[in-house]
């Protein structure tokens, strides 16, 4: 395979002083802006930010208000609900008002830090002689691509990562090091005599656009079906997906994740750290699975579960969710009176 010099890796520099509303508006961003316009040199967190740096507050409340009041950054991204209830350090900051302050936080630093993708194929890969790989492509040094693998376009693959066989990765994806991708899964039938003798597994991996895989992750090829990540979603470092599941569109599973053979997961739903999900169940869309839950049986759409065996806690969590909001707002109430 034909493999091509690596391009340098530019970013920006990230000293210029950057005028966050012209980024916002660049960006379609609607906003609402209090204080003194300024100009950002960098971005840190809302607790050590500087005053020409740029942070973010997702809170509102007491906790919002705290943080608002405490922060030197020179421009903070808030929520709508904090506009006239705290107001910036005068001539010293800028409070910019939008509906969801981490989005567009991550929408800022992605365009000031933006990076010139590294386009080309490590001399150190190794790659079966029939994978395909599409145009501006990343393949790091030490990488294995065995035998009938497709990778689409625009895809990163970093160092060490083994995709060992029939394994179909799509467009603008990111693989991080050290992830394994098509090894068999654990299947065996026993003899009479109790001898083990592995189940066959003659499928694959197929990987949607725009996925990406963290780091040390381990996802097995299917037995007689393949195991199948959807569009958009994003698989945290060490978690363990076994043969034949079927994970939907824009899903998050966090580290720590251990996912039975051929379950299957909807679209949009969210695993916590360190959950485990038994094969053979099938999880509905915009489920959330609570840090440390163990899943033995279906879940329905829109639920949330935890504990051990894990159960449905949603009406818990709604009743929690609408005393606090209830308490919240009878204090706002009570301090503008």
């Given amino acids: 395979m034909e493999r091509e010099a690596s391009s340098q890796l530019l970013t920006e520099d990230s000293y210029m002083e950057r005028d966050i509303e012209s980024l916002l508006s660049v960006l379609g961003v609607d906003y609402r802006s209090e ?12 607790k050590e930010a500087s005053e020409n740096e740029l942070s973010f507050c997702y809170y509102d409340g007491e906790k919002g208000d705290s943080l608002l009041s405490k922060s030197n950054a020179g421009v903070i991204l808030c929520k709508k609900s904090v506009e006239g209830v705290v107001h910036p350090k005068p001539g010293e900051q800028q409070f910019i008002f939008v509906d969801n302050p981490r989005l567009v936080f991550v929408q800022v630093v992605k365009r000031i830090y933006e990076k010139k993708k590294v386009v080309g194929i490590s001399e150190r890969a190794v790659i079966s002689e029939n994978a395909k790989i ?176 894990a159960k449905s806690i949603k009406d818990k969590v709604k009743s929690d969710l609408l005393f606090l909001m209830a308490g919240q707002e009878s204090k706002r109430k009570s301090t503008e009176t």
Wanted: glycine share 14%; proline share 2%.
């Fill in 35 to 46: 204080g003194t316009r300024r100009k950002i040199k960098g971005v840190s967190s809302i």
């Fill in 134 to 309: 599409g145009s501006n492509c990343y393949i790091g040094d030490y990488v294995v691509i065995g035998d009938n693998c497709r990778i689409g376009n625009n895809t990163i693959i970093y160092d060490r990562v083994s995709l060992v066989q029939n394994c179909y990765i799509g467009n603008d994806c990111v693989i991080q090091s050290g992830v394994t991708l098509g090894a068999d899964g654990f299947a065996f039938e026993r003899y009479p005599s109790g001898e083990l003798v592995r189940f066959p597994h003659i499928k694959g991996v197929k990987i949607g656009d725009n996925v990406e895989i963290c780091a040390n992750t381990n996802i097995a090829r299917g037995s007689l079906s393949d195991t199948t990540i959807g569009d958009g979603t994003k698989v945290d470092a060490m978690v363990q997906i076994a043969h034949n599941v079927v994970i939907g569109k824009n899903c998050e599973i966090t580290t720590g994740t251990i996912i039975g053979g051929s379950t299957k997961i909807g679209d949009m739903s969210w695993t916590g750290l360190n959950s485990t999900l038994k094969d053979n169940i099938k999880i509905g869309t915009n489920v959330l699975v609570a840090a440390g839950a163990v899943v033995i049986h279906d879940v329905q759409d829109q639920d949330v579960v935890a504990g051990v065996p």
